[in-house]
């Protein structure tokens, strides 16, 4: 299941027929019910949805989800009764998707969905009303950790909290459901980036909010900051680094700053640390997360690593998104109750183990 707190719906993908993919038969349940187009939960409930709800002739709510990955899911909204340990959840709002289309079809196969975590009012985390939840992503093939609830461990270091950002006046260019925290400034090493604090503050149209989202893989700032990043981290990695001399290319449409490494080689040189300087918190980034092999791009005897910051210039994307990637080995609270997102490093892969 992936857990996404950069969207709203939570899906599962079904279908009536047998399939080596995961999925959900919603023949063989007796609490499923088909959402109809006249209810107020499709008329009303959708209305923050990118892509309106329709109505199709069988007279169910219909909708289309996509995401900035470019892959997306269509299918009808239903109700299920979900069990969480002994406790059940009857009348729980979720998409039963039969069409979806990915970009990573290796790994969307591995799926059964999307748990929407979002501040949306059809989120699984508003309708199941829990205060407080926290995951923590692994880097390796260990699955992450989700937990819904308090979570206070002996064995977690204490946690740094940067407060959730709110703005009431509905904005064209601001996400209103989305987990927005300030960011102030960016290092490399110990090196400040020479940028105002101005250049992190949404502007009048509210273009330009930091977003937490775990539903995107990689991190991506605006123009100008970006440019001040790369050419940073480009200085700092000189001589140390081969960069890919290909104006051409591109990594998944944001990440143009790429480097040749030999396949002969083993290992990565050790690369400055990049720190994101939150309100009240750090996020630093090092060693493997800052370079991402890209699948099957060979050059020569090279293999071709990019940069794992973006441009969301590039993408069309009007905020600063802090991806999944970089969230790994961090634990994550949010804690709704407080409106702040607490940060503290931490071996994701142990901490599954400690709390099976």
Known sequence: MVIDTGSELSWLHCSKTPSQQPQFDPTRSTSYSPVPCSSPTCTNRTRDFPIPASCYSNNLCHVTLSYADASSAEGNLATETFLFGESEVPGTIFGCMDVSFTSNPKEDSKTTGLMGMNRGSLSFISQVGFPKFSYCISDSVVSGVLLLGDGNFSWLSPLNYTPLIQISTPLPYFDRVAYTVQLE?????????PLPKSVFVPDHTGAGQTMVDSGCQFTFLLGPVYTALKNEFLKQTNGILTVLDDPNFVFQGGMDLCYRVPLVRLALPTLPTVTLMFRGAEMSVSGDRLLYRVPGEIRGGDSVHCFTFGNSDLLGVEAYVIGNHHQQNV???????????????????????RLV
């Open 185 to 193: 400034g960016i290092k490399v090493s110990d090196q400040l980036l």
């Open 331 to 353: 634990w994550m609270e949010f804690d709704l109750e407080n409106s702040r997102i607490g940060l503290a490093n931490v071996r994701c892969d142990l901490a599954a183990e």
